[in-house]
């Protein structure tokens, strides 16, 4: 399983544009980057799923470069209530697992 | 989008007692589920998978006699944490896929979480 990395914490204010970093060298050719956004005491909620380029819906936009060894998830005029950790997966297959890797901790604030 | 619901929300329980948390995919059918472990201020830790009609595949340092997982229908997992101890006090969370995407997606579909807490 390809193992990602991100910056453990970001703060930012709200209406501003955030956008996450996350770095997974290790990624296979059959390797889907899905991101999740988690509040306390839930289950992880999905955000966006991309493949390569870029990928819009209408919470956020996650853009992947060539390579495919990074994805920046971005998060358009953030609000309070997207105060939340976020995580990047990078997995295959309908069944196949994925790792959680440790998280971004966004804060945002007034 | 797909649901999947967990039962119940939380529990207290005494140490040296078992607690079963059921797991259920609402509106789709999953022969395959995972179960996570969550500390608070950490990351989610994949326990086991657990595949329908067949034995769950366990992570590394997973006790399998210690968390028993039943994947008896398209639609039920559970997990039973048997003697349990405070130590074994977490917030549980289970996910799925739903075969049924269109376009490759696969993202996972959480539950909601249980919260055990063993006195």
């Known amino acids: ?13 709200e209406g501003q544009e ?9 990624i296979a050719t059959n390797d889907y980057i899905t991101w999740y956004q988690q509040f306390p005491s839930q289950g992880p ?3 966006i799923q991309g493949y390569k380029t870029k990928v819009t819906n209408e919470v956020a936009s996650l853009f ?21 950790v ?3 997966l990078v997995g295959a297959t309908n069944a196949g697992k994925s790792t959680f890797g440790d998280g971004t901790t966004l804060t945002v604030k007034p | 989008g797909a649901v999947v619901s967990q039962h119940p929300s939380w529990v207290i329980c005494k140490s040296g007692t078992s ?6 995919s609402l509106d789709f059918q999953a022969t395959t589920m ?3 472990r969550q500390f608070p201020k950490q990351s989610l830790m994949l326990m086991a998978t657990s595949n329908e009609g067949s034995k ?3 992570e590394q340092g997973v006790e399998k006699d210690k968390f028993l997982i039943n994947h008896a229908s398209l639609t039920l997992s559970t997990l039973t944490v048997t003697s349990a101890h405070p130590e074994d006090s977490s917030f549980y969370i289970c996910s799925a896929r739903d075969p049924g995407l269109a376009g490759g997606r696969n993202e996972q579909f959480f539950g909601p979480g249980t919260r055990l807490t063993v006195l």
């Open chain 2, 19 to 24: 607690v079963k948390i059921e797991c259920r």
């Open chain 1, 45 to 47: 909620r999905f955000i």
């Open chain 2, 34 to 36: 995972f179960w996570y």
């Open chain 2, 56 to 58: 769950a595949t366990y």
């Open chain 1, 86 to 88: 976020y995580y990047c």
């Open chain 1, 18 to 26: 955030v956008n996450i970093t996350c770095s997974h060298n290790n």
């Open chain 1, 64 to 84: 992947i470069p060539a390579d495919r060894k990074s994805s920046t998830l971005s998060l358009p005029r953030v609000s309070l209530s997207d105060t939340a």
């Open chain 1, 1 to 13: 399983l390809a193992k990602t990395t991100q910056p453990i914490s970001m703060d930012s204010y």
